[in-house]
């Protein structure tokens, strides 16, 4: 059985350029298509924005809003949590659309409540509000106007082998592309494993009770 272990240099990798050296190494071809490449980075990052999440990826986003609906920003992927600024802050609720639209009707007042629709927040009841969110941001691509992002600095070996484990698929070589790619879902797995306990620590979650978030039934 073989075990997929990382054995490249990761301080071998600290840009773009370095990337694109490090795969053209591997793939034992200097002149492998540079346009080939990158298209492996975009679909690694992809991957990467399906299935990271992890606490370097969350962006703090604070705004006035007097709308029933506002955009989310551009990069956003997954919300974390929502907060009313204040003394104290105050946090809202998650409902469904439907669920919001049916018990507020549109009314104005406290913003008390929060659906995402259509890549947009949508807040019950309707009045001005500074709100805070907290999400989950879409990594930023590799470019050559931007070299190097956060995930290149700190995993340089994600990178490597999910865009390996692309062009050996690509050329027909589902050894080496699984291999690869089992190695970059190590990594990605283990990162997202080390953000819980970064957050949470090493001990076990204790559960609450279930609580009532839109009041008494009526």
Known sequence: ????????????????????AEVRDEMDDD?????????????AEAAFNRDLRCPRM?????????SEATDLPLDFLQLRTVYAEGSPDSPLASMSPASLRSRYRGVSGVAMAYAI???????????????TIVYYARIPALTDS?????????HPDAYLHQVLAVLF?????????TLNLNIANGI???????????????GPLVPRGTTQVCGPRI
């Open 146 to 154: 931007n070299p190097t992002n956060w995930l290149l600095d700190e």
């Open 117 to 131: 629709e259509n890549r947009r927040i949508v807040l019950a009841p309707v009045g001005q509000t500074v709100l």
């Open 31 to 43: 002149a492998f298509s540079l346009d080939r490449i990158y298209r492996a980075i975009g679909r």
């Open 58 to 66: 969350e962006t703090e986003y604070t705004f006035t809003t007097a």
């Open 1 to 20: 059985m073989a075990i997929a272990v990382s054995t490249s240099p990761e301080n071998a990798i600290s840009n773009l350029s370095d990337l694109v």
């Open 188 to 202: 990605i797995s283990s990162v997202n494993e080390s953000g819980k306990k970064n957050r949470w620590g090493a």
């Open 169 to 177: 698929n690509k050329i027909g070589d589902v050894e080496r592309a």
